[in-house]
């Protein structure tokens, strides 16, 4: 009875209770936690079970919420229904305008400042040293489309760095799988109302990140350089208008990725000067590269954000942040890049 009493009153006691904790959970934790220079982890079903945990963890009735409008579909529509059901303020800003985040926190009520970035689906950036000096509230970067290898934010002062691990960590398309990672005594504290609120990560999908996580270095270099490649060929092309892509010259904010990045990432996206028809055309023609909404796993992944990813967003908000009728993002799996370009070149033209 002692010792039952024991594990069953010992925070993250992993010979207890599966939704308490799971050994092999718990490699898969020490893994990001390595991997992000951080003191641990904590790992959830998905990206959204980590991003729903973590603010409902740390938010109550009243409390303030700043966020940059550049976000993932679901986590701009969670932050705007059930937090705003649940009485949390949400104040969206431009996440790329220097001091947004900081000019919009209300001292002793925002509780949490949240980023993303690169951005789903603009490959827009935030400034990790501007998010790391903010005092007061919890600072949260979803830094999903960098992976660890991409950039650290918690070098930079950021409180807790969040993946959907379902993305380029675990990268084979086969887990759903989220994650956070940041100082132990604020992970604990989260894994206190996560243990209630139950979006645990399976056994099973931690197996299949921590596979994945072996080949995270091999598989980033390849996809970020064929990335690197397209979005160079793709300037060139007269049917696209922009392409958006934080490694190439022309993106606007180069030189902050250059700074703060030490992979560009794997995913980019460009805008088809012949707007939503072309985007229809291009998507019947592509061969290699294959029409789905998910990025970072082995197979290139073609999508148009704005009837899916970033369907729900109002069209006001989608002209806000964007999202086009002619952007198409790409997400480069481990094909050889010339096959890609050769695919690219005929559904093009
Ligand atoms: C940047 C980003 N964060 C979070 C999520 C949510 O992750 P999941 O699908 O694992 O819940 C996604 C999903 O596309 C995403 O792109």
Redesign the pocket.
């Known amino acids: 009875m002692d010792d039952a009493h024991r594990r069953a009153t010992r925070l993250r006691a992993d010979e207890f209770y599966g939704r308490y904790a799971n050994p092999t959970v718990r490699s898969f934790e020490e893994v990001v936690a390595e991997l992000e220079g951080a003191e641990d982890a904590m790992a959830f079903?998905?990206?959204?079970?980590?991003?729903a945990t973590t603010v409902l963890a740390l938010c109550s009735a009243g409390d303030h919420i700043v966020a940059a409008k550049q976000?993932?579909a679901?986590?701009l529509a969670f932050l705007q229904g059930p937090c705003a059901r649940f009485g949390i303020e949400v104040t969206l800003v431009d996440g790329t305008t220097p001091g947004a985040f900081a000019s919009a926190v209300q001292p002793g009520r925002t509780t949490i400042v949240m980023a993303?970035t690169p951005?789903?689906p603009r490959l827009e950036l935030c400034d990790l040293d501007e998010l790391g000096s903010i005092m007061g509230p919890f600072t949260v970067v979803?830094s999903?489309?960098a992976t660890p290898l991409g950039q650290q934010p918690l070098a930079h002062g950021v409180d807790l760095v969040?993946?959907?691990?379902?993305?380029g960590i675990a990268g084979h398309n086969d887990a759903?799988?989220?994650v956070i990672a940041g100082e132990k005594e604020l992970i604990d504290a989260i894994w206190a109302y996560g243990v209630l609120h139950g979006a645990m990560a399976s056994p099973f999908d931690a197996l299949n990140a921590l596979r994945g996580a072996r080949t995270l270095g091999v598989r980033t270099a390849h996809q970020t350089a064929t990335a690197q490649r397209l979005g160079e060929w793709l300037e060139q092309h007269p049917a696209v208008a922009r392409v958006h892509y934080p490694g190439l010259a022309s993106h606007p904010q180069h030189d902050l990725a250059k700074r703060q990045m030490r992979q560009y990432g794997t995913v980019l996206a460009f805008e088809l000067a012949g707007g939503r028809d072309a985007v229809g055309l291009l998507l019947d023609r592509i061969q290699l590269a294959r029409r789905a909404?998910?990025?970072g796993g082995p197979e290139t992944l073609v999508c148009h954000p704005m009837t899916t990813?970033h369907a729900s967003l109002t069209p006001q908000e989608q002209a806000d942040t964007g999202v086009t009728e002619g952007l198409v993002r790409v997400s480069l799996g481990l094909e050889d890049p010339g096959d890609i370009i050769a695919d690219f070149t005929r559904a093009l033209a």
């Open positions: 079903g998905s990206g959204m079970g980590a991003i976000l993932y679901g986590t993303e951005s789903n979803d999903t489309f969040l993946h959907s691990a379902t993305k759903t799988i989220g909404t998910s990025l990813t």
